[in-house]
Each structure stands twice: as structure tokens, then as C-alpha cells.
């Protein structure tokens, strides 16, 4: 099975690279076939905050795929070219 930020970086993808988080979870559901644990929605915020420049808990040196299209708060989410 693949991680969870890959599955992240996946859902973003199968969703044209911008989405609502919301959309993110339910698509990140239909890639892993609902094998998700009771925290799935709390690990797939935590992936998008700790590999985004744009989140307080971004680590530097740290791969940054996502960012925050309309700013903090919104949860519009997208994909950096990587």
C-alpha cells in the first residue's frame, strides 16, 4: 500500500491539482477502497501541513509539494510542480 502523502499527492492529481480538503478525503477513500484507519482525515491534513512552505509546521529542509491556494483557513489545497 502506498503512504499516505503519496496518496495525497494521487488524490490531488486525479483531482486536476487544486481542491477542496474535503474533496481530498473523499478521493484519498476511493484510492485506498475505504481501508482507512479512524484518524484517515487527521493524517491526511497533518501530510498536507508538514509538506507545505505555506503551513506553520513546515519544516525546512522538508519536501514542499502542496500549498494553500486562497491562503490559511480556506482549505483549498493544491499541488506544487514538482
Do not use: C, P
Amino acid at each position: 500500500m502506498a503512504t499516505w502523502k503519496e496518496d495525497t499527492i494521487q488524490a490531488l492529481k486525479n483531482l486536476g491539482g487544486i481542491a477542496h480538503r474535503s474533496k481530498i478525503f473523499e478521493e484519498v477513500a476511493k484510492i485506498r477502497k475505504g481501508n482507512l484507519n479512524n484518524t484517515w482525515q487527521y493524517t491526511i491534513q497533518r501530510e498536507l501541513e508538514t509538506y507545505s512552505s505555506d503551513s506553520d509546521v513546515f519544516i525546512e529542509g522538508q519536501q514542499n509539494i502542496f500549498y494553500m491556494v486562497e491562503g490559511k483557513g480556506k482549505g483549498i489545497w493544491g499541488l506544487r510542480n514538482l
